[in-house]
């Protein structure tokens, strides 16, 4: 059965993180001078000494060097963080994430001698994955055909004895502090369609590569509405060697969908983090804010605001904790001891709504204050839209679990 009690491991792990993130990362994070500009700067430091306690390796077997720890272990480490930085959780868990993958499941063992070494050793070595652009307008024609110009733009050829990149994509997470990437691209002659997708290998100094970090202007307000480290990249006939390339295509990714899944459960993770933080302040603080001659967590208003957040938090790391057991042991769905839905979809989808009703009424325990950019609650308002509105929790996303639940009901009468 699902059990909920903690290892000895787990709870050292979340006791170690959770010190860490008060005298570490809290006070940074939530200074004025940071929480001022509406670009918050990556607190690079921070992301370095999380590194040191291993939160980079958390996921890589112990045989490669790192702690070998499953997702459920992941999901409770980076919510941790996560109540201090964001940012700082989004850029180590998306590296832990890939490192995972790359070099337990798609490198060659020729292809990781350098990389693993650096990877396990060097603090600042991140990972990211260029994966396609996700439209608004692929979720409004959710059953309709996809449209090319909504895929991938990089393409690639061979030529004299090496791989040559050429294209460019917008946005890619933990682009600015990356030192290798995982670039997804189809051959130059064919359709840009998801059977032709390739995987290579491209390291951060490769001649070419050209990383722009997003502008936050009038013009541009894409850098706030990205978590981590976004930026936009150019590869201006990038050359690679040919066994830069991995053994990976894009039918075998979508088949074991370990990706997409960890991914969608890692940014949940992260996102209830953000939401114990709102929560924490806005408790926080109706405990020495009186008013009536009490403090107004006492009167009755208030102290159900406070309940309906503790209520939706609860209930939203019990379902994380769930669909993170359920993906460690996938032998629960074969024998259908769990419905056969997307529970990493439905943890997500949960998540980031009732997040998102948290920070706002969070917002509103502080009253005209929350709204100040010198406090962090506007700041945890504004991260908990972030989640809300991206790819993975939108209204499309909900649009497969219905056709699980059509698919399953009709099992169950037939």
């Known amino acids: ?27 940074l994070a939530t200074h004025p001078q940071r929480l001022e500009p509406f670009a918050k700067p990556l607190l690079r430091d921070c992301m370095d000494k999380a590194s040191e306690l291993g939160l980079r390796s958390i996921l890589l077997s112990e045989e490669k060097g790192g702690i070998g720890a499953d997702l459920m272990t992941a999901c409770i480490v980076l919510e941790e963080l996560a109540a201090g930085d964001v940012d700082v959780a989004m850029t180590i868990g998306e590296t832990a994430l890939i490192g995972h993958l790359l070099f337990d499941k798609w490198i060659t063992k020729d292809q990781e001698k350098s990389l693993l070494e650096r990877f396990v050793e060097q603090n600042h070595f991140h990972l990211s994955f260029t994966n396609p652009t996700m439209k608004m ?5 959710y059953y309709g055909e996809k449209s090319e110009n909504s895929q991938n733009s ?27 990437f995982i670039v997804m691209a189809h051959p130059i002659k064919e359709k840009n369609i998801e059977q032709n997708m ?81 929560f924490d302040t806005a408790f926080d603080y109706t405990q ?37 057991w359920i993906s460690d042991h996938p032998e629960v769905e074969d024998d259908n001891s769990v419905s056969p839905l997307p529970h990493h979809m439905i943890a997500s989808i949960f998540t980031a709504e009732a997040v998102n009703e948290v920070a706002l009424i969070a917002a509103e325990c502080f009253g005209a204050m929350g709204v100040m950019r010198d406090m962090p609650i506007q700041s945890y308002v504004n991260d908990s839209f972030m989640f809300l509105h991206s790819d993975i ?22």
């Open 137 to 141: 307008s692929e979720g409004w024609s």
């Open 288 to 324: 020495i804010r009186r008013q009536g001659g009490r403090n107004i967590i006492e009167h009755q208003a208030i102290g159900k605001m406070v309940a309906d957040m503790a209520i939706k938090l609860e209930l939203a790391s019990t379902y994380i904790y769930k669909a993170a």
């Open 198 to 278: 390739s995987f290579f290998l491209v390291q951060r100094d490769t001649p070419g590569l050209k990383i722009a970090e997003l502008r936050d202007d009038k013009e541009n307000s894409a850098a706030s509405w990205r978590h981590g480290c976004s930026a936009a990249i150019e590869f201006d006939n990038c050359k690679i060697p040919l066994n830069h390339k991995l053994n990976l295509s894009h039918k075998e990714l979508l088949a074991h969908a370990t990706y997409g899944k960890q991914a969608t459960l890692i940014n949940a993770a992260i996102n209830l983090g953000l939401g114990r933080a709102a």
């Open 393 to 414: 929790n939108d209204m499309a996303s909900k649009l497969p679990i219905a056709e699980m639940l059509i698919k399953f009901q009709g099992m169950e009468a037939a």
């Open 154 to 180: 990089i393409t690639y050829l061979e030529k004299n004895n090496n791989w040559v990149i050429k294209g460019s994509h917008p946005h890619i997470s933990n682009a600015l502090a990356a030192e290798l």
């Open 1 to 27: 059965m699902f059990n909920l009690q903690l290892t000895a491991d787990q709870l050292q792990f979340r006791d170690t993180i959770r010190n860490f993130v008060k005298n570490e990362i809290k006070p």
